[in-house]
């Protein structure tokens, strides 16, 4: 019988040095988008798959990331004195009950694999799910309840696969095919940031991961990879060389990348226009604005 996933990682260590000079001071992960700090919709789609145990892999500095998830009664009270429900109710939304959040320090930048390994003794013999908070996903069922309700058919392992050009398959965790079935690839190997035109396909892993616990007794005897740094991919591939079943989950919904400055301006506009309360007002903003720059560069190009 299959164990349900219940218990999620979210690794926050790492400095946000791409969005300098804003979290010199602030934790990258609590910038917001739109109204939202990034960590918010990422515990939002944790939710919705079932997570019930939440752990963030931390490092100095991030103070306020913890305090984010805390009550707030003075805020509260004003809200509620000033007659303001629904400013009440989304601020409880984001409060994490007691018992239900921990937080372990990741002393040492030594990767992705090492952050998750960091949450070993929370996660004990359960199967566990993975987030990076960088990797935002709009989709109309979220992509890690998607996973989910894939690996209640398959068991094993499964990471979150979206197709790349060759030009990006440097950058990423690349996926091996053996089979694929609809959005299934069941996977025979992966190779962490492949140079460029050496990748086996055109499918990359991107930060959703649901594993075994034996991933995590991989990431114990594991030397330091890619970077010089523990990779989970290479503890996964692992798996498979030990003959467990690791599958990709080609997911419906657009990903974006929001540890990059690109991305994370791109994930700000396609979120303000989902928003029925924004969408008008921003969407006459950007035609205004294409049509005043087209303008300025004809007449550049005029002068």
């Keep these: 019988m299959k164990r349900k996933i219940t218990k999620a990682i979210f690794p926050v260590a790492g400095q946000g040095t791409r969005f300098l000079p804003a979290t010199k001071s602030i934790p990258k992960e609590i910038m917001t988008l739109v109204d939202r700090p990034l960590v ?27 305090d984010y998830f805390d009550e707030a009664p003075e805020l509260e009270r004003s809200l509620r004195k000033k007659g303001k429900a629904d400013l009440l109710s989304e601020l409880k939304s984001t409060n994490m009950e007691s018992g239900a959040i921990a937080y372990i320090r990741q002393h040492q930048a030594m990767g992705l694999g090492h952050a998750v390994w960091c949450a070993r003794r929370l996660i004990g013999d359960e199967p566990f799910a993975v987030l990076l908070p960088d ?22 392992s499964m990471v979150a696969a979206m197709q790349v050009s060759s030009k990006d398959a440097s950058s ?11 959005p299934l690839v069941s996977i025979k190997g992966m190779v962490e940031k492949p140079p460029l035109g050496q990748e086996p396909s055109n499918l990359a892993v991107i930060g959703r991961y649901i594993l075994t616990p034996s991933v995590m007794q991989n990431l114990t005897k594991i030397k330091r990879g890619a970077g010089d740094e523990i990779q989970l991919t290479d503890a996964i591939a ?31 506009v396609a979120f303000g226009l989902e928003r029925d309360d924004l969408h008008d007002e921003f969407s006459e903003f950007l035609t205004d604005l294409k049509i005043s720059q087209s303008a300025a560069r004809a007449l550049k190009l005029g002068a």
């Design 40 to 66: 918010q919709y990422a515990i939002d789609e944790a939710r919705a798959a079932g997570i019930k145990e939440f752990i963030f892999v931390t490092s100095r500095g991030k103070g306020a990331l913890e």
């Design 135 to 156: 990797d935002v996903i709009s989709a109309q069922k979220p992509c890690l309840q998607q996973m989910v309700e894939a690996y209640e058919e398959t068991g094993g």
């Design 172 to 182: 990423y965790g690349m996926l091996d095919i053996e089979k694929e079935q609809g």
């Design 238 to 268: 692992q798996e498979i060389d030990q003959g467990r079943d690791v599958y990709g989950y080609q997911f419906s919904g657009q990903r974006f990348d929001c540890g990059s400055k690109a991305g994370f301006l791109q994930a700000t």
